[in-house]
């Protein structure tokens, strides 16, 4: 939801519209869209018809109102969206084809891991998941081994922050976090165990990039019957290794 900063300008409010959307509210009625965006009403549905004149925001037949597709489109040009995704893509397949489990292209965003892209395999379990939503880092596979080669004045700001309980195995004892964090370093990858969600715990490892932090994280989820998550990482880091020469090969 967006704060009180944001309504200083025409753009920070018309912003601040666009950011009243979510995973969890993706259509809004005007009344709630300005609640959420901390706008007056009349200033709210104003702003709101320009943008869908626009198609940056559509309106239904029922007065709800959405995020357009002009703004998917704009979406699409952002290099993490084209060419990590594009590189990506026949990497995941494969490993959808090959596991039939949930595959995460992700990347490190603010605190948040950004998720690029999602394939859902024949016998894969129910995750929250989706493309272009944002998870904590600390609770997912692809976040926790994306924070684990952060630098270490971020990983310090990171913990030091309040750290969300999402299960009873999430973990957001500091200290602890810290020690996974150096175990996931020295090995290569994340492991989670219902850290997320109930069900379904996750494998993750880095997508090598040409400085020290990753340009990615690509991660395996299953079902946490599933002991074997370790003998998923052969075939991820292959996949991530070829993700990362088909990168530097197709650098501009």
């Known amino acids: 939801m967006a704060d009180e900063t ?19 509210h993706t259509r809004l009625r005007i009344t709630d869209l300005a609640r959420r965006a901390n706008l007056p009403l009349a200033t709210a549905h104003r ?7 626009w198609r940056a925001l559509d309106r239904d037949a029922g007065g709800g109102y959405s995020i357009g597709l002009r703004l998917w489109e704009a979406a699409t ?27 995460h292209l992700a990347v490190h965003d603010g605190f948040d891991a950004l998720y690029v892209e999602k394939l859902c395999g024949h016998r894969s379990v129910p995750v929250i998941s989706r493309a272009g939503a944002r998870l904590p880092m600390h609770s ?24 969300s309980r999402f299960t009873a195995y999430t973990i957001t004892e500091r200290a602890r976090l810290l020690r996974e964090l150096r175990t996931t370093a020295d090995r290569g990858y994340a492991l989670t165990s219902e850290e997320m969600t109930l069900g379904s715990c996750s494998v993750a490892v880095p997508i090598p990039g040409d400085g020290v932090e990753p340009a ?11 002991t074997d998550l370790a003998r998923l990482v052969p075939e991820l880091r292959t996949a991530a290794d ?11």
């Open 140 to 163: 997912t596979g692809v976040g926790k081994v994306l924070l684990a080669h952060a630098g270490g004045a971020f990983v310090h700001s990171y913990v030091e922050r309040p750290l």
């Open 77 to 103: 040009l952002a290099p993490v969206a084209g060419r990590l995704r594009e590189v990506a893509l026949p990497f995941m397949q494969h490993l959808c084809e090959t596991t039939h489990e949930n595959i």
């Open 47 to 53: 702003l709101a018809a320009e943008l869908v004149s």
């Open 6 to 24: 944001s309504r200083g300008s025409v753009t920070g409010r018309a912003l601040a519209l666009l950011g009243a959307f979510d995973g969890a």
């Open 242 to 252: 070829g993700i990362a020469r088909k990168l530097k090969a197709t650098r501009p």
């Open 216 to 226: 990615g994280a690509l991660g395996v989820v299953v079902r946490s019957v599933r």
